[in-house]
């Protein structure tokens, strides 16, 4: 059973471009969270999909945007990259079962994403 | 609004002693509570949860947490430690499940 899956691996970009990071979330899984880890902090939530809508977001300004595909997974865009932006990109699936429920999300191996 | 303190970004301990990472939420309602362990340039692995039940939580690798309400306190502890413990660890709090709120980190060193 493959967990979840992120690629690329690693990505540069330089300041102004647009990137997009994909993700295949563990098998039976229909939520996708994405969080980004700046270098030496925790990882911050920046939204969550599930049945192809944004459920919940964090606070990113509007040029980080997602998208999920009916086979559930997912894709996080940034538009007009900024230096900040080079971080650890990490996205966790899990299964939904409502809410005021637990839900144990499963991390993939993450995207380093470096801004020149 | 949720959120979590780590105490101490940096812990160093001798191999064969006893790992105390601390961790203190804060919530408005009953929350959800978690330790997770970073390998270097790896994602994260849940070492244990606190969903309401148990309040001492035992994880895997030997680790384990008490929950603490009237401290507002998830420490993880574990007796013993061990050179493959050395790692980056995070606590993170969750209200709704529908994201987590991380603390900043504490990095494990395990002296021989």
């Known amino acids: 059973d493959a967990g979840v899956t992120q690629s690329p691996t690693h990505l540069i970009k330089t300041r102004g471009q647009q990137v997009t990071l994909r993700c295949s979330p563990k098998?039976?899984?229909?939520?996708v969270s994405w969080y980004q880890q700046a270098l030496g902090q925790g990882p911050q939530f920046i939204f969550q999909?599930?049945?192809?809508?944004?459920?919940q977001r964090g606070n990113f300004p509007d040029r980080f945007s997602g998208h999920q595909f009916p086979n559930y997974s997912s894709e996080l865009n940034v538009n007009a990259l900024l230096l900040g932006d080079s971080a650890l990109y990490l996205c966790?699936?899990?299964?939904?079962?409502?809410?005021?429920?637990?839900?144990?999300?499963?991390f993939g191996p993450g995207t380093r994403l470096t801004v020149l | 609004a949720q959120s979590v303190t780590q105490l101490g970004s940096h812990v160093s301990v001798s191999e064969g002693a006893l790992v105390l990472l601390r961790c203190n939420y804060s919530s408005s309602v009953p929350p959800y509570l978690f330790w997770y362990v970073q390998y270097p340039n790896q994602g994260l692995q849940l070492l244990l949860k606190y969903t309401s039940a148990a309040t001492l939580v035992k994880g895997i690798n030997g680790f384990e947490a008490e929950f603490k309400k009237s401290e507002t306190s998830f420490h993880l502890t574990k007796p013993s430690a061990h050179m493959s413990d050395a790692a980056e660890y995070f606590c993170a709090v969750s209200e709704n499940n529908n994201d987590m709120r991380f603390g900043a980190g504490t990095r494990l060193t395990v002296k021989p």
């Open positions: 098998s039976g899984h229909d939520t």
């Open positions: 999909y599930y049945e192809e809508e944004e459920r």
């Open positions: 966790a699936s899990s299964v939904f079962t409502g809410t005021g429920s637990y839900n144990e999300q499963f």
